[in-house]
């Protein structure tokens, strides 16, 4: 008898536990107070309805669920794509074509058949490498490791403006790297790029053939800065790139399952034909509700505000007791407590509130250390009195860890000191 293990791909037990299996793993057995609701800030999910509208557009394609949707879109979502295109990111989208988007069902699936697409088996005669953000979406650590290829972590730390160090990329990583992903504005930290960081990517995807697949799904929700699109760090041009747009946050419709890819004609055919065998085509009411909601911007421009007012619940309750620098766009605070699994096991236990550690959002080097270690990632997406609520409860403790943290931080540099002048003796 053979044994069941042999029927898995042994790249499925090369990924990392999903962030929320840890999670439940760290939080299960310990008991949160009893007089007091929990709260949970774990997740990024809008906690908003979608708009009213949807409800009228599927009752009006009703008689479409029994049709097989085209893979590559229909005419009417390929177009609102371009027109949100044009009105989001201005008229470097004029010379885009609907053959250069596809509908998908939530960009982590476009992701993931992206990379199964345009991963080549070899690159520079040795295993491709699929290049990712640390901490990063776990999406992109599945896409690279079922393309078979290596994913290579870049760190992002505040030293480098929570970004992949471009300085840093050994010229042999650049020659086998087949893809590599980029989330702009930035995942969980909420950092807008600066146009020079895309434009110098951009070129070095171009002059070492790789795909930049850049994954906008923040790009709507910001302060008072709006972030540039990689559109318009290209000039209009998308050779060798791929955008992801999303309207998970951009719509409050993270359930709906739509968003869509456009890029380079070469990068899109691939991914047309084994969607055409594998993917989960987007049905035509979700096409023609996705194509209203990329249409209409009014209600996104009260998704933001009602984002704006909860930060500044947020800031306001964190303020008497934390130094915080607000993100500029996404939905998350990306806070440093000096231990983030300790500080998310005593949010727990002593307030009652669920936040996810950074290290489960990032990948552990050799020393069983990551770059998200120190941070704990909350959620802004409830109302402002429960965020108030909540984070009133938190930043007592959030300020305890950061001082603790300081402590023990000098107690090292002390004994530091103390053993330098000891040997100096
Ligand atoms: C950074 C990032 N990218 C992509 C996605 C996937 O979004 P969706 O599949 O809902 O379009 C998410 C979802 O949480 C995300 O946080």
């Known amino acids: 008898m053979v044994g069941a293990e042999s029927m898995v791909a042994e790249r499925l037990e090369r990924l990392t536990d999903y962030p929320f299996a840890r999670l439940r793993a760290l939080l299960d057995g310990i008991q949160p107070p009893q007089d007091r609701d929990p709260i949970s800030m774990s997740v990024g999910e809008p906690q908003d309805p979608c708009p009213d509208f949807v409800a009228g557009i599927l009752d009006e394609h009703r008689a479409d669920w029994n049709r097989y949707p085209p893979v590559g879109g229909t005419p009417a979502h390929n177009q609102a794509c371009l027109g949100w295109l044009r009105r989001r990111f201005g008229a470097v989208a004029d010379g885009l074509t609907p053959d250069q988007v596809l509908p998908l069902s939530g960009t982590r699936e476009g992701m993931f058949l992206a990379a199964q697409a345009l991963v080549p088996e070899r690159k520079a005669g040795r295993q491709p ?4 953000p640390n901490p990063y979406y776990a999406g992109y650590e599945g896409s690279a490791v079922m393309s078979g290829a290596e994913p290579v972590y870049l760190d992002c730390r505040a030293e480098t403006g929570f970004l992949p160090d471009l300085d840093a990329l050994d010229p042999s990583l650049l020659a086998r790297t087949a893809l590599f992903f980029l989330c702009s504005p930035t995942n969980p930290q909420g950092v807008i790029l600066p146009r020079d960081y895309l434009v110098r990517l ?16 923040y790009v709507e929700i910001y302060g008072d800065r709006k972030p540039i699109g990689a559109l318009e760090a290209a000039d209009g041009d998308l050779t060798s790139l791929l955008l992801f747009q999303s309207l998970s946050k951009r719509s409050n419709a993270a359930g709906l ?4 890819v456009v890029g380079d004609r070469a990068l899109i055919e691939p991914q047309r034909r ?3 065998y594998s993917a989960a085509c987007m049905p035509l009411p979700i096409q023609a509700v996705a194509a209203a909601l990329w249409d209409d911007d009014a209600h996104v421009a009260g998704v933001r505000d009602r984002y704006r007012q909860r930060f500044d619940a947020a800031c306001a309750s964190l303020a008497p007791h934390l130094p915080y620098q607000r993100a500029e766009a996404g939905f998350f605070l990306w806070l440093d407590v000096g231990d983030g699994v300790e500080t998310a096991a005593s949010l727990w236990r002593e307030a ?3 936040v996810l550690p950074g290290a489960f959002l990032s990948k552990a080097g050799p020393d069983g250390r990551s770059v998200g270690d120190r941070y704990v990632r909350i959620a802004v997406v409830h109302d402002p009195a429960t965020i108030a609520e909540a984070m009133g ?3 007592p403790i959030l300020a305890r860890s950061r001082e ?8 090292i540099s002390n004994n530091e000191a103390r053993r330098e002048r000891a040997g100096g003796l």
Do not use: M, Q, Y
């Open 129 to 132: 490498a699929v290049c990712l």
């Open 202 to 217: 951009i070129g070095l995807a171009r002059r070492h053939g790789f795909v930049l697949a850049v994954d906008e799904c």
């Open 257 to 260: 399952r739509a968003g869509f």
């Open 274 to 276: 084994l969607r055409s």
């Open 352 to 354: 009652g509130i669920r």
């Open 393 to 395: 409860r938190a930043a």
């Open 404 to 411: 603790k943290a300081a402590a023990d931080l000098s107690t």
